[in-house]
C-alpha cells in the first residue's frame, strides 16, 4: 500500500463523521498540493521523520496554520496504517516528543509569518505631550467612529465593550456613545474613570491603570 492509498482509505472510513464540507474538501486538497507530491506514491512503511520534513519545512514558516493541519493529518493516516497493518515503527509525523524539535512551535512561527507580512504589529503610543491636541482634533471629527474612539481614550474602556455599546446604546443596562461625549466636563466613563479638564486637556481619574 502506498501513502495515497492509505490516505484515500482512510479519508473514505472517516468522511461520513465529517459534517463540514469544507473541512472534508480541504483533506485530499492539502494532501494533493503538499503531501502526495513527495511520497504520495512510496510504499507507507517508507515514510520517514525526512520525508514528513520534506513535506512540511517548506510551507511551515510560510503557511503555518495548514502546515500544521497537514501534519495532523499526515499522523493520522500513518496511525492507520499501522492499525491496518500496512506499517511498524513510531509514527514519523508525531509532534509531542519527535517533530516539537525539529520544528518551531505552530503558533510561534504564524507569528512568524504575520510579522513577515506585516500583519498583527502594534501601531507606535502617541507622545503624552500630545494628546490634548489629538482630542481636540478627533472632537472636530465627525462619524461614531471618532466618538467611539474618544470615548475609549477617555474611559479606558475595551475596544470590544465600546463596539457593543456603539451598536446597542439604548438598550437598558448597555450605555450608548452619548454619555461619553461630555466626559471633559466632569463626567465619569463607564469604567469608572472620573474624567476632568476641558479644551483637549484631559486627565483620567480611576479606572483601571493597566487597560
Known amino acids: 500500500m502506498t501513502f495515497k492509498q492509505c490516505a484515500q482509505a482512510y479519508i473514505a472510513a472517516h468522511q461520513a463523521d465529517w459534517r463540514n464540507l469544507k473541512h472534508a474538501s480541504q483533506w485530499p486538497s492539502t494532501l494533493d498540493a503538499y503531501v502526495y507530491p513527495v511520497f504520495g506514491a512510496l510504499p507507507v512503511q517508507a515514510i520517514d521523520t525526512e520525508l514528513v520534513m520534506k513535506a512540511l519545512h517548506p510551507i511551515w514558516q510560510q503557511k503555518p496554520e495548514t502546515a500544521s493541519r497537514v501534519r495532523g493529518r ?3 493516516i500513518l496511525d492507520w496504517a499501522k492499525t491496518a497493518g500496512y506499517r511498524e515503527g513510531e509514527n514519523p509525523a508525531r509532534w ?6 525539529l520544528l518551531a512551535k505552530p503558533s510561534a512561527a504564524a507569528k512568524a509569518a504575520r510579522k513577515a507580512s506585516g500583519r498583527g504589529e502594534h501601531h507606535a503610543a502617541l507622545p503624552y505631550a500630545e494628546i490634548g491636541a489629538f482630542m481636540a482634533a478627533l472632537r472636530q471629527q465627525p462619524g461614531v467612529a ?5 470615548f475609549t481614550i477617555l474611559t479606558a474602556a475595551r475596544t470590544g465593550e465600546v463596539i457593543r455599546s456603539s451598536m446597542g446604546g439604548d438598550q ?22 472620573a474624567v476632568s479638564g476641558g479644551d483637549g486637556d484631559c486627565r483620567v481619574h480611576g479606572g483601571d491603570p493597566r487597560r
Open 74 to 76: 499526515i499522523e493520522l
Open 96 to 101: 509531542r516528543g519527535h517533530l516539537q524539535n
Open 146 to 150: 471618532a466618538r467611539a474612539l474618544e
Open 172 to 193: 437598558p443596562g448597555r450605555p450608548g456613545l452619548d454619555s461619553s461625549r461630555r466626559t471633559d466636563e466632569g463626567g465619569q466613563g463607564a469604567s469608572g474613570a
